[in-house]
């Protein structure tokens, strides 16, 4: 089983958020990194642009495929993760920590209640 942090909140396209205060930083489950493989490219939105809950703010390109970054939260991006545009392994290495890609300040805080909890993410994988 893949990790699935508690404190964390998730998409069904298996993107995560991590609440802190009224921003978000997001990224993708260790289950999408291992189901990617080898990530070698990531194309982010800049500091600036919106993103919209369920809507699609950057791709990820592995060795095998490339796939589109969903964003489980709306809001404004505030920071940019910019060491992976030098070593998006990190992402492979350290999804939850080290691999975190962008930092959104909420529009709608309510939104989280659309998101899955630890507990909820695990049983959709497991049935996967």
């Not at 998409?11 to 997001?26: E, P, R, S, Y």
């Not at 809001?75 to 392994?89: C, I, P, Q, R």
């Not at 990190?90 to 899955?116: F, H, K």
């Amino acid at each position: 089983m893949p990790e699935v942090p508690e404190e964390l909140f998730y998409n069904a396209d298996h993107d995560w958020v991590q609440l802190d205060g009224d921003t978000g930083i997001c990224g993708i489950t260790d289950y999408a990194q291992g189901e990617l493989g080898d990530i070698v490219f990531l194309e982010l939105p800049g500091v600036g642009e919106t993103v919209a809950q369920g809507g699609v703010y950057g791709t990820v390109e592995a060795v095998k495929t490339v796939s589109d970054l969903i964003s489980p939260i709306s809001g404004e991006v505030v920071e940019v993760n910019e060491g992976l545009t030098e070593d998006a392994s990190e992402v492979n290495t350290s999804p939850y920590r080290e691999g975190w890609m962008i930092r959104v300040r909420l529009q709608d805080a309510a939104e989280i209640d659309d998101l899955m909890n630890a507990e909820a993410y695990k049983k959709m994988v497991a049935g996967l």
